[in-house]
């Protein structure tokens, strides 16, 4: 029996998505005991302190279900970012909000409009589904907007922005966002990706933009500045028309109780958000300076990670890095097969990287 043909046609067709390799594999692999992972854009602080307290208090209710309805999470949220409880919603990481997205919204028949090297998720949820993506060519390694509204059609059901941009760093501006928006026909949903917001100086508009645009749906991550990735916890900002549709395919405890008490803390904990600031900025710093020593032209970046182009099969470089115990990110799969994406990390592991790559290139 080939259960490929049993599938459904867009899953058979389906590349299950590359992650990061973690540190483990390649101690178990190659017999590497000193490992650094800077591959999948985890904060390198670790977790807040207020968050492993919350942790620890909160694994004595293991036993029981968690607020299905994620309310204290919910409350903490909308107190900050000043937004009613009912357009949140809450997913086990924005990716589960974006697959959920994809279940309401698309239908085979219609077509999801992405950016070339835009975060691979995006092509991944609308296929499953057996949908077209229509990826528009990048602008500066970016999203072009005048070619993605170019390429809408009476078909398109979704556009997916990531701001800023992850395998890219890329960001795009308030203002060139709004006029897109105002642009484009109200039957289109567009799923703005900020995944990355915190580590950007401007602050974002897009909580506010949502009174104007109820086809705007803004998605968030506790995965990056918030530093838990582990845990899996997100959140969707929207019409909440929209929250109550995406409410209906949600899994009912799809955020688990160390998830919703660790969000909590962690999004209250203001210190731990500007050092986590601090670190990605003197970090971002360090590569460049390193960057520019080495030769190497980069993408510059609004995110906690960096691409750089090394002139090569960057296939190559990623392995002689993995022989040096230094796990980084190769993005051929994103159409960049001489780039390599670097998380920002703590400044020894950055040293240890750049000096690795140095290594690596003069052999
Ligand atoms: C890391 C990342 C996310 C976060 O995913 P989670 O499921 O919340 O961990 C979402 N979008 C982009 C573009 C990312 O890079």
Redesign the pocket.
Known sequence: MNFCDLAVSGVADLRPYQPGKPIEELQRQHGIRDVIKLAS?ENPLGPSKAALAAIALNSRELSRYPDGNGFSLKTALAEKFQLQTKQITL?N????ILEMIARCFVSPQDEVIVSEHA?A?YALVAQAIGATSVVTPALNYGHDLQAMLAAVTERTKLIFI?NP??PTGTLLSAAELHQFLQQLPAHVLVVL?E??VEYNNESSKSFDWLVQFSNLIV?R????AYGL?GL?V?FAVSDPAITDLLNRVRQPFNVNNLALAAAVASLNDEDYLIESRAVNVAGMQQYEQGFKQLGLKWIPSSGNFITVDVGRSAADVYEALLQRGVIVRPIAAYGLPKHLRISIGLEADNARCLKALAEVLES
């Not at 990481?93 to 589960?96: A, L, P, T, V």
């Open positions: 854009n997913g990481g924005s990716n589960d975060f998720i990531a941009n992850n990706d995944a990355y998605t991550t506790f995965s990056k990735a899996r997100g």
